[in-house]
């Protein structure tokens, strides 16, 4: 196979994060120490991540960040918008993730990052208010003011390419309409103030606008809609979404596949969480839960495929609840219990009691899909990066076909893209030697 041809990764490569809460003072703080060798990336692919290529016995295992060009962390410079004002190290110490101790020992990087005032409206994330805002006539207006903050970051700070993770609250539940159609009915939309469109894809527009990839950390709907995904493929931007594939979510699609591969029957599997950070205030609004709820809910469906596997999965009853409860800060608790079935019907129970860290869950996954986007940009590829599906627990996809949300396939499906890019075999598991 021949190898794509990809742009060397040299230069700054900005990361622009709008929300400085929880998640992005993690990863902030997170790079950070690590560069300075006080800490480890675990649970970082770009970074710890192996790669098996060829054959078994050609023992080729390279590390992914030396298989493929990527960005090292040195070559990042961090900024960001925020609703509040505080910079990078006020943020991170009231959002209670990292111990003060390890914060210290950034402060001077976090205190570099100055939130942009932000285009926001309460009408989408009703828990929250702030001050640190953008005011203008209408939403067009605030996207080219997006516009014009994304040139005069990328210029003060000397960077040669950008990158746009979305990191800000959950917003209110939306179902896309004729506004989100078209690239003409969306800039119509925007001029017009229509309800339709939410803050967050002003975010999203200006960077694609701007040539830049964007990823959708939360579960809006935001990049998600026909007129922005024709804007990034016309514009020659990857995009990837939606909402981090952390916590209960994440253990859920590393358990049921396993359950499907066993042919176990399920019956019910019911999640509770209580959780008392400001993402957990935000979702304590119901509006922003249905929002949450939508993309919790549609993983075992698809995993499972009650269609194919009737006598095992139809019907199975499935609830999630999220709590907000103060006393738990950053520090999550998910329980699950699951009631599924085996040989003859007989009934067993799994419970799951996850105690997680939420923010330390998500941060890898924002360091992975920076360099992954700015690889698959400087790769040539644009549109939905389906390959970075691993990431998301609503992967964003072509219409014409459903979601992988197994984690185990989006794995494979994601180091199969990175053979393809270097002109390696694919692996497809197939044991020839019988024949031999
Ligand atoms: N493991 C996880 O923590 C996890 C997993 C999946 C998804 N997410 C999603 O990631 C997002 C961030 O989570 P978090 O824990 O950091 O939340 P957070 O509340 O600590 O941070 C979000 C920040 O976004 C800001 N914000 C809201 N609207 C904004 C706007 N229009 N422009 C600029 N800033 C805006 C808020 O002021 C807040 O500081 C949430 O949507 C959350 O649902 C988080």
Redesign the pocket.
């Known amino acids: 196979m021949s190898q794509i041809n990809i742009a060397d990764p040299k230069g700054r490569l900005g990361v622009l994060l709008?929300?400085?809460?929880?998640?992005?003072t993690t990863f902030i703080a997170g790079v950070e120490a690590v560069k300075k060798g006080i800490a480890r990336p675990i649970g970082s692919l770009t970074q710890m991540g192996t790669i098996r290529l060829g054959k078994r016995t050609e023992k080729r295992v390279p590390k992914i960040k030396d298989f493929v060009p990527l960005a090292n962390l040195d070559q990042l410079v961090f900024g960001g918008?925020?609703?509040?004002f505080d910079n990078g190290y006020e943020?991170a110490l009231k959002?209670g993730v990292l111990e003060k101790g390890l914060i210290d020992q950034v402060r001077p990087e976090l205190e570099k990052v100055k939130p942009m005032s932000?285009?926001?409206s309460q009408k989408y994330?009703k828990n929250?208010t702030?001050e640190n805002l953008k005011n203008a006539k209408t939403k067009w207006d605030l996207a080219q003011q997006l516009i014009d903050d994304i040139k005069k970051f990328k210029t003060e700070n000397k960077c040669d390419r950008l990158v746009m993770v979305w990191?800000?609250?959950?917003e209110i539940f939306l179902k896309q309409t004729a506004a989100h159609a078209t690239i003409e009915s969306f800039e119509k939309a925007m001029k017009e103030n229509d309800a339709a469109i939410a803050?967050?894809m002003l975010?999203a527009y200006a960077a694609i606008k701007s040539g830049i990839p964007y990823a959708n950390?939360?579960?809006n709907l935001t990049v998600d809609i026909p007129a922005l995904v024709d804007l990034a493929r016309i514009n020659n931007v990857p995009i990837g979404g939606k909402?981090?594939k952390?916590?209960q979510t994440l253990m859920k699609t590393i358990l049921a596949p396993g359950l499907k591969a066993r042919l176990l029957g399920l019956k019910g599997w019911f999640s509770t969480n209580i959780l008392g950070?400001?993402?957990g205030e935000?979702?304590d609004d119901p509006d922003s839960f249905k929002t949450?709820e939508e993309s919790k809910l549609s993983v075992l469906e698809y995993i499972l495929q009650p269609d194919l596997y009737p006598e095992l999965y139809h019907k199975f009853y499935h609830k999630v609840r999220i709590n907000y409860y103060p006393p738990r800060g950053?520090n999550k608790e998910g329980w699950d219990n699951l009631d599924i079935f085996g040989w003859l019907g007989y009934p067993m129970q799994i419970k799951v009691d996850f105690l997680c860290r939420?923010?330390i869950?998500?941060a890898p996954i924002v360091l992975d899909l920076v360099l992954f986007l700015d690889l698959a940009a400087r790769s040539g590829m644009k549109g939905i990066q389906e390959w970075l599906s691993f990431y998301f627990?609503s992967p964003m996809h072509a219409p014409e076909i459903y979601p992988e949300h197994d984690i185990f396939i989006q794995l494979m499906k994601l180091k199969n893209t990175l053979r393809y890019l270097q002109g390696e075999d694919l692996i497809t598991h197939l044991g020839l030697e019988y024949y031999d």
């Not at 709008?18 to 992005?24: I, N, Y």
């Not at 990191?167 to 959950?170: L, N, Q, V």
């Open positions: 709008p929300g400085l809460g929880a998640v992005s918008w925020d609703i509040f943020s959002a932000a285009a926001f994330v929250l702030g990191c800000g609250s959950t803050p967050s975010y950390g939360a579960p909402d981090f952390t916590g950070n400001r993402d935000v979702l949450k950053d939420d923010s869950l998500a627990k």
